[in-house]
T-cell receptor, first 114, second 114 residues
Framework: RKEVEQDPGPFNVPEGATVAFNCTYSNSASQSFFWYRQDCRKEPKLLMSVYSSGNEDGRFTAQLNRASQYISLLIRDSKLSDSATYLCVVNSPYSGAGSYQLTFGKGTKLSVIP | DTGVSQDPRHKITKRGQNVTFRCDPISEHNRLYWYRQTLGQGPEFLTYFQNEAQLEKSRLLSDRFSAERPKGSFSTLEIQRTEQGDSAMYLC????????????FGPGTRLTVL
């Protein structure tokens, strides 16, 4: 089982639509959670951190369910500029030495269509 | 620009040659990471430094790969005797050690091994 799994996508949605991405992680000792956005041939950029209480940033809402080891991202009123790959990222223990590292999902590609 | 910078942005080399990449982190960040990303995959962790100390190395990092951060500021990643399978985007990220350890990525160096 992969450490971080995401919906394979691609998601093709019309402007104004609401779209949801799901992600599961395997390591219950994971401490922090993020969504990154990556445009084609560019570096990943932090979209938002994800907290247990859920958090919202404008049109974006992230949820974390630690019991189910599940993370979600909801985008409301999709814009053309939202077209990108969305990476689910988990900060998990990397080795027995107490080190934590980011583990990325493969990403879900979103295309918002006019 | 006070973000993470990487040099060069693109490198084309012939199989068997050595290549070296440089990363300059955000100035107040004490942690520096190297990742590798291939098409259709999320970034994969290679190694990280806290100040000048290299604290973790991935199993992906064969003995042909070496990284340094001699003064705790910039870092270099060298690949010796490059192979076609080394072709990828090499991403550097930096963070300031705090509770969340949010990582910020540079633009990456795209390596093509012919």
């Amino acid at each position: 089982r992969k450490e971080v799994e995401q919906d394979p996508g691609p998601f093709n949605v019309p402007e104004g639509a609401t779209v949801a991405f799901n992600c599961t992680y395997s390591n219950s000792a994971s401490q922090s959670f993020f969504w990154y956005r990556q445009d084609c041939r560019k570096e990943p950029k932090l979209l938002m951190s994800v907290y247990s209480s859920g958090n919202e940033d404008g049109r974006f809402t992230a949820q974390l369910n630690r019991a189910s080891q599940y993370i979600s991202l909801l985008i409301r009123d999709s814009k053309l500029s939202d077209s990108a790959t969305y990476l689910c990222v988990v900060n998990s223990p990397y080795s027995g030495a107490g080190s934590y590292q980011l583990t990325f999902g493969k990403g879900t590609k979103l295309s918002v269509i006019p | 620009d006070t973000g993470v910078s990487q040099d060069p942005r693109h490198k084309i080399t012939k199989r068997g040659q050595n290549v070296t990449f440089r990363c300059d982190p955000i100035s107040e960040h004490n942690r520096l990471y190297w990742y590798r990303q291939t098409l259709g995959q999320g970034p994969e962790f290679l190694t990280y430094f806290q100040n000048e100390a290299q604290l973790e190395k991935s199993r992906l990092l064969s003995d042909r790969f070496s990284a340094e951060r001699p003064k705790g500021s910039f870092s270099t990643l060298e690949i010796q005797r490059t192979e076609q399978g080394d072709s990828a985007m090499y991403l550097c990220a930096s963070s300031f050690r705090d509770g969340v350890d949010t990582q910020y990525f540079g633009p990456g160096t795209r390596l093509t091994v012919l």
